[in-house]
């Protein structure tokens, strides 16, 4: 993949995260104030651009898991711990104890 298309994935995430972050929710457990590591971020970006159709290699999902996590980081979604790991910071993922009302 060239850099050029890197870069426009990369684009199309940033500009889609509220669905990109969901669709991480869904396949993963991501919620408000969790840990969420580095593999399962680039797993998951590279599943949420073939279902978009778009192929991705392992190291190309590897680069853009980097550039993403950094923006996410800078937005304030991801915390960072240590350098494979994040701490969600995404309220709309808030979770409640069962039968605690909203």
Do not use: C
């Amino acid at each position: 993949m060239s850099k050029r298309k890197l870069q426009e994935n990369f684009e199309m995430l940033k500009k889609d995260n509220s669905i990109f972050l969901n669709f991480l929710k869904a396949k993963f457990p991501v919620f408000h104030n969790s840990n969420f590591f580095f593999r399962d971020f680039q797993f998951g970006i590279q599943k949420f651009l073939e279902r978009k159709g778009i192929e991705v290699s392992y190291l190309e999902a590897e680069k853009l898991a980097k550039q993403l996590s950094e923006y996410f980081r800078e937005q304030g979604f991801f915390i960072p711990v240590n350098s494979g790991t994040w701490k969600v910071n995404y309220p709309e993922f808030l979770t409640t104890k069962p039968g605690d009302p909203f």
